[in-house]
């Protein structure tokens, strides 16, 4: 697929078949997801693979938006440690940017995903690390739902020119 | 070009020709960063586009790290503005989203582009913030340099299967 399809074709999908999400496509996707960049190179990233559909179920309850996940066949859960931080505070900006890669990687195999936040609400950071036994040091960034899409992808459009500015504010 | 040739061949390029990027490629860039998903869809993001020469000689020392930028023919400034926020606390995981699609359809046309952070650190978002006039309410989240590359795409190998844990941490 080509890069811009899945750029302007990517939407967040959260309702999926029951069809089973290959051990090589989650591969891919990790892969791209430890290809983003990262403030001086640091990979503060941890991702928690989850397929067991009992957790899966618990994580639906980890914040309002998340019941797609007792659905989804995959979920990763995309954590930040603070012990890999070389450039402090930039972990958020990391993390991100590898779970963007994750979208778009699942996007080039026609899977669908959807990102709902759970740092920095603490209620939703203590039930997520609760469900998945994530240590003090390590922070649940994102649940990730993934899996084949019962819904259409589709392009909206976004483009505001309200929001670029030339040279100056 | 392939999506995931994009994904694995992406890298920070610090080093530009003098070449001028067209305004299509940065329409291109633009709409893609205006499609990263956001909390809420609040799509709370401002880009101020960058080519004066001598706004892009100062944006070079807003930062121990923003050298680049006064060779760069294009520099995207990404915002956020919290006055667009409705999930609260969620504008730097959507201004990255936007980010890592600006540096991915920068790599699909072909364009280098390294990404360097401003936010969270204090005393880059002050500099910034008087080079470009930026007000109050709108915080520069980081400065990512633009143009046709004077250094080789190439795919590195970061896989950590360290970094990946099953069904539980």
Known sequence: MDVFDALFTRRSIRKFTTQFVSKDDENLILKAAMLAPSACNEQPWHFVCVRDAELRERLSHVSPYTHM???????????????????????????????????????GKNL??????????????????????????????????????????????????????????
């Open 69 to 107: 996940a007792a659905e989804a066949p995959l979920v990763i859960v995309v954590c930040g440690d603070l012990s890999l931080e070389k450039a402090k505070g930039m972990w958020v900006q990391d993390c991100s940017a590898a779970i963007e890669n994750i979208l778009l990687a699942a996007r």
């Open 112 to 169: 669908g995903s959807v990102w709902c936040g759970i740092h920095p609400e603490k209620e939703r950071e203590a039930k997520t690390r609760e469900v998945l036994g994530i240590p003090d040091s390590v922070i649940p960034l994102a649940v990730i739902s993934i899996g084949h899409p019962a819904q259409h992808f589709s392009e909206v459009s976004r483009f505001d020119k309200a929001r670029i500015h030339r040279d100056k504010w």
